[in-house]
């Protein structure tokens, strides 16, 4: 089976005698100046850069300003980074500014391949609205509603006049002869697919349960002693960077957020947990676009960021956090605290500044104000960012592979209704 | 049209001065039993600007004055003034005639001398105005714009009368004001007169409006039949709002400067009138064929009432499918419907209409609470009026225009524009994708220049491409102060 959508995300450290070069370059690359564009990347869904500073540390030293490329791409790993070094090489001209970049870079193929390994981090938890679909399969199933509403609009008045299973065949018909170039057939989108994996996490939690009941208590007493202690930021909604300019110029927006993991294991261990089950849900339950009534977001992961200092009372490991969604800044974070508070305050709520949360589910996100407040406080500005898809919602895409699975088969009048109410 | 008492005025006749006195007792009463426990949502009254309470319909002669005011001192004397002049929503305090009420923008507020740090606690979007927001709003053109593209709205006069004389005597006292003090001074803004009393307010497009208004416990009396109560923390700060919390106020030291007070937003729309009826005309045109004239109105009828969500009368699609239903526009029916059940895919109220985008009730996604919390949480209060003569519906029909400029100043208020009017103009009016859609936004609203989806069975009809029929010609961003706070800045 081929692996659809797997997330990749590279963090490099940057030589700080070549920031100011890598500052320029990502300026001219989001530009389109320069002769690297996150474009040319092979079967790619989205694609950032972005720089992750350290500007005001808590506690010790500023920690190296990192270099991140996240993209989604069609799959393993190994298959896109040879894809990569093959046709993009161009890729050399971001990362050469990197500290310990093979010298000749994509050239020195296994070694680029491995320093980009080293780098690779594993998303802690990953959340895709389609993992069942590659994206040349996005592109044709888009292709494919577009000669529909080309064959509709062409000649309504004739076709309106049918029953409607006859329209849907007619329909079939005139896009295997017209456009014969299109893929109609009804594959794809498994739901037999998940349900081994969803046993396996049935199982594992079972073995796991009588372990969890045990350490509970003591858990929750430590929790509710720290989150009292804890300190939230607080004050209207604002937006002190600027961050809004590079919002909003497509059907599609990008956030990029990094925060500090509160001091000790203990936060790490239970963000581990709570990232490991969110993790689970995407990879098996939410499965098609809808993520418990969100329906806007594409693409989006947390990602673990270590410390790997020697002293480690002065370690800060950081929560990254990447999303590729649908529609404006507002409504996302708005369908956040509406649909999902209790998942979003479990995993920030063992960060920094985040609103006063109670007992991992409580609070935290449901304070609206404070909520955006702190979210705007830990975004970075995406220097470049590109989406393969532009124009098309999660919704959009859903519907489009939703459409084109049917159009092959034998629809009942009712069946045929309901397709045709979708175009 | 039978209507229930309500706060907006407009439903009760005007020879009365009577409206007031109407509802006196039940707001004394109201008063008199809202102590803080049994009304922990209650308003008051005596300092919000009374534009929250009431559009005052019953002055049905409107005008906006804006200026950009000059030095500090004269300019907080010039407030100092016009603060008592204010209308409060306590009936009592209101004069007999003549309604005056202000807002400042956050430029205005710096200008009388309000500290930076207090300033700095106004909304974001505020503080950078609704000219460096054109691209978010979906604003084509902000250069063109003739309000607020040079960031010159520093103050907003609104001035309502009960009659022509009146309106141009509180228009000239002001501007005599505005002038005394240093403020330089645009055009006037005047509104169209309303028509009748007690009978919806057709815009320009011929549509009654104002009938969706969100209700307000504790500050509107009594609430009409599908008007949906909402948290005082919507529409007036110092009050939870929504999520139960209180919404940021900004504070000026000890003194809460937000208390009591709201966020105004106002636009100048001009609406292409025969643009609008002439597209539906030709449209209907096009799927009947030349002949049949009755037929042809009576399409392009539908199809204009398929983009705004309901028709003329304000019957709505879902209640009245087919034909512009008396029986669907009475009290009781007018506003009470959803979509999810009725109507989930859109065949009777396109989900790219403009009502159904401005409002999407229940059918914002999973369940019908589920969905109706998340709405409930984009509510605005409308106070727009028109501009321009109306144009005759003849030439309006045959896609003639007149050469003269009409339109809707719209204005809302709520205590958060992010989440209010800008969330509604972004995230439902204009966004591409709402509920599903495919790169089209309100035909009514929109940029214009994208299909519209009119869901039919057994296969919809697509209007490939619908021209602009609004032109946004500018506006901004206002803080609406409460009477103490209007003292309070004024104070220096
Ligand atoms: C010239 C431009 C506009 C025209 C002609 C117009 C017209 C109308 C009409 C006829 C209605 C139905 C009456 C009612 O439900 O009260 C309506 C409803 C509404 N409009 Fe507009 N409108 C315009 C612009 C806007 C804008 C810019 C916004 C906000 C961003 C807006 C927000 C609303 C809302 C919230 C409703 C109530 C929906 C509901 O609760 O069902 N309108 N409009």
Redesign the interface.
């Known amino acids: 089976m081929r692996r659809a959508s797997t997330p990749l995300t590279i963090l490099a450290e940057i030589d700080p005698e070549l920031r100011d070069e890598l500052d320029y370059r990502l300026l001219c690359i989001h530009r389109q100046v320069d002769a690297f564009h996150p474009s040319q990347l092979p079967a790619t869904h989205f694609a950032r850069f972005v720089i992750i500073d350290d500007p005001t540390p808590s506690v010790g030293e500023r920690l190296p300003a990192l270099l991140a490329w996240e993209c989604n791409h069609d799959g393993t790993i190994d298959d896109y980074l040879s894809a990569v070094a093959e046709h993009t090489p161009q890729i050399d001209r971001v990362f050469s500014c990197c500290t310990g970049y093979p010298r000749d870079g994509t050239r020195n193929f296994d070694d680029w391949v491995l320093w980009m390994r080293e780098r690779a981090h594993r998303s802690m938890a990953f959340y895709t609205a389609y993992g069942d679909v590659s994206h040349q399969q996005v592109h044709n199933d888009r292709a494919v509603h577009q000669a529909i509403r080309e064959i509709i609009d062409a000649d309504r008045p004739a076709l309106r006049v049918l029953p409607p299973e006859e329209l849907h065949r007619r329909i079939a018909r005139e896009l295997a002869t017209r456009y014969p170039q299109l893929d109609i057939s009804a594959q794809g989108e498994g739901t037999m697919r998940w349900a081994f994996g969803k046993l396996i996490a049935v199982l594992a939690l079972l073995v796991f349960l009588p372990f969890a009941l045990l350490a509970f208590v003591p858990w929750y007493v430590i929790l509710r002693r720290k989150e009292r202690a804890d300190a939230a930021t607080a004050g209207p909604v604002h937006d002190p960077r600027n961050l809004w300019v590079a919002e909003d110029h497509f059907t599609q927006n990008q956030l990029t957020h990094i925060v500090d993991i509160k001091p000790g294991w203990f936060r790490v261990a239970t963000l581990w947990i709570v990232l490991t089950v969110i993790d689970a849900l995407a990879k098996l339950w939410y499965v098609h676009g809808d993520l418990g009534g969100i329906v806007t977001i594409h693409f989006a992961r947390w990602v673990f960021v270590p410390d790997r200092r020697p002293e480690p009372e002065l370690r800060r490991h950081r929560l990254l956090f990447f999303s590729n969604y649908d529609g404006s800044w507002e409504n996302y974070l708005g369908e956040f605290i509406d649909r999902a508070a209790g998942a979003l305050t479990a995993v920030w709520s063992n960060t920094v500044g985040f609103p006063a949360s109670r007992a991992l589910r409580g609070e935290g996100a449901r304070d609206e104000e404070g909520f955006k407040r702190w979210a705007r406080d830990c975004q970075v500005p995406t220097l470049v960012w590109w989406t393969g898809i532009s124009g098309s919602t999660v919704q959009n895409v859903r519907n489009d592979l939703w459409i084109r699975r049917r159009i092959s088969r034998e629809l009942d009048e009712d069946e045929a209704r309901a397709w045709l109410r979708r175009l | 049209m039978p209507r229930t008492t309500t706060p907006d005025l407009r439903s009760q006749p005007v020879q009365a001065a009577a409206p007031e006195q109407l509802t006196m007792p039940s707001m004394t009463e109201q008063l008199a039993s809202s102590d803080a426990q049994s009304h922990p949502q209650g308003v008051d009254l005596e300092e919000v600007q009374g534009l929250l309470y009431s559009s005052w319909a019953d002055h049905p002669y409107a005008a906006y004055l804006f200026a950009t005011l000059g030095e500090a001192k004269r300019a907080r004397a010039w407030l100092r003034q016009l603060a008592a002049q204010v209308t409060p929503a306590t009936p009592a305090l209101r004069p007999a005639h003549g309604r005056v009420q202000v807002a400042l923008s956050p430029r205005g507020l710096q200008a009388l001398g309000v500290p930076k740090e207090v300033i700095a606690?106004?909304?974001?979007e505020a503080r950078v105005g609704m000219f460096a927001r054109a691209?978010?709003l979906g604003d084509l053109d902000p250069l063109g714009f003739t309000l607020g593209a040079k960031d010159e709205l520093e103050v907003m006069v609104m001035v309502y009368a009960r009659d022509p004389a009146a309106r141009d005597e509180l228009v000239s006292a002001q501007r005599a004001a505005l002038q005394a003090a240093g403020a330089r001074l645009l055009p006037v803004e005047l509104s169209t007169p309303l028509g009748e009393p007690g009978k919806l307010e057709p815009e320009h497009f011929g549509f009654a409006d104002g009938i969706s208004q969100p209700f307000l416990r504790g500050l509107h009396d009594e609430p009409r039949p599908g008007a949906d109560p909402i948290p005082a923390g919507e529409l007036v700060l110092g009050y939870p709002?929504a999520?139960g919390?209180m919404?940021?106020s900004?504070r000026w030291g000890d003194f809460d400067l937000g208390r009591n007070g709201s966020y105004l937003v106002f636009r100048k729309l001009e609406q292409h009138v025969e643009r609008f009826w002439g597209t539906c005309t030709e449209q209907a045109r096009a799927l009947l064929g030349e002949g049949a004239p009755a037929a042809t109105q009576a399409l392009a009828d539908k199809l204009a009432a398929k983009m705004m969500g309901r028709w003329k009368s304000g019957a709505s699609l879902t209640l009245a499918p087919d034909y512009d239903d008396p029986a669907a526009t009475t009290a009781e029916r007018l506003n009470t419907f959803g979509y999810l059940a009725e109507d989930r895919?859109g065949?009777r109220c396109p989900i790219s209409s403009h009502v159904r985008r401005a409002n999407p009730r229940d059918a914002r996604?999973?369940t019908v609470t589920?969905s109706l919390?998340?709405t409930g949480?984009h509510r605005i209060l409308r106070r727009g009026r028109s501009f321009g003569p109306p144009l005759p519906e003849a030439m309006a029909r045959a896609g003639k225009g007149d050469g003269q400029a009409r339109g809707l100043y719209f204005l809302c208020l709520q205590t958060s524009i992010?989440?209010g009017f800008?969330?509604i103009q972004?995230?439902w009016l204009t966004?591409?994708?709402f509920g599903?859609l495919?790169?089209e936004s309100d035909p009514i609203t929109g940029p214009g220049g994208c299909p519209f989806t009119i869901?039919?069975?057994?296969?919809?009809?697509?209007l490939?491409s619908v021209p602009p029929m609004v032109t946004m010609r500018g506006g901004g961003y206002f803080f609406l102060p409460s009477r103490p706070a209007l003292a309070r800045i004024a104070e220096g």
């Open positions: 606690q106004l909304p974001h691209r978010v709002n999520y919390r919404p940021h900004p895919d065949l996604g999973g589920g919390t998340v949480r992010a989440r800008e969330f972004q995230s966004n591409p994708g599903g495919y790169q869901p039919e069975d057994p296969v919809r009809l697509r490939p």
